[in-house]
């Protein structure tokens, strides 16, 4: 049994095109839209999943509406002589009234309900004509984007951002300074506390041996006494 007609309308219709340079993440947009009166379950496949990242990558589209689908080409080498042969399916089908699992309804469909649609992918490279065209509109389209107003609210900010920036320097400048002197005072008070430490040091060895000489002089004069006591008996 053939299937059934899709019934979304898809933009672009045939190809989806990526556009260079490919040096980075390239992304083509698709337009899905629903003309019916019913939801439309939809599910976008492509033949190198690798190559690609789909989002949203499936749903559910309601009566009247339309979603924008974001497919992006991940980086690679550029053989402008390779025609790609990446494809892309968009596969819907109708949702049922009493529709609460969407992967059961999936699984659950019969072939003669599924709509499919297939897009083939095209790879282009800017030709130099139009780079030089992009870069000499861009400043004119910009500037001339800017009225009186706007270019005076820049200036104004430009400004705000210098003094902000004088004024960090200048905290940063005291910072240091503040540092500098914290260190200094660090370093006079280590200086006086090692002084100290000497002092009670040199005091505490003078009043050792003074100690150890009064003991001395006392056994000393112990030792005679037992002398004298032994020759008065």
């Known amino acids: 049994m053939a299937r059934a007609e899709q019934v979304l309308v898809l933009e672009p219709q045939h190809e989806l095109k990526f556009?260079?340079?490919?040096t980075d993440v390239v992304t083509a947009t698709l337009?899905?839209?629903n003309p019916t009166d019913r939801n439309v379950c939809f599910k976008v496949k492509t033949t190198a999943p690798r190559r690609y990242c789909v989002r949203p990558?499936?749903?559910v589209i309601d009566s009247g509406s339309s979603i924008n689908v974001s497919v992006m080409l991940q980086p690679f080498d550029y053989d402008p002589n390779e025609k790609s042969k990446h494809k892309f399916m968009v596969q819907s089908m109708l949702?049922?009234?009493d529709m609460t699992d969407m992967?059961?309804?999936?699984?659950?469909?019969?072939?003669?309900?599924?709509?499919?649609s297939k897009l083939r992918c095209a790879f282009e490279m800017p030709l130099e004509n139009d780079k030089t065209a992009e870069h000499s509109a861009l400043p004119?389209?910009?500037s001339a984007s800017l009225d009186d107003g706007e270019v005076k609210k820049i200036m104004e900010e430009c400004k705000r951002l210098q003094m902000e920036v004088q004024r960090l320097r200048e905290e940063n400048k005291q910072i240091r300074e503040d540092d500098g002197l914290r260190?200094?005072?660090v370093t006079s008070m280590a200086a006086s506390h090692s002084s100290s430490s000497s002092a009670m040091a040199t005091s505490a060895m003078r009043d050792e041996g003074l100690s150890t000489r009064i003991l001395a002089l006392c056994v000393l004069f112990f030792v005679i006494g037992v002398i004298i006591g032994k020759l008065a008996l």
């Open 103 to 116: 992967e059961g309804v999936w699984k659950e469909a019969k072939p003669e309900e599924l709509m499919d």
């Open 31 to 33: 337009k899905l839209s």
């Open 57 to 59: 990558n499936s749903g």
């Open 183 to 185: 260190k200094r005072k």
């Open 140 to 142: 004119k389209s910009a």
């Open 95 to 97: 949702a049922p009234y």
């Open 19 to 22: 556009r260079g340079p490919f």
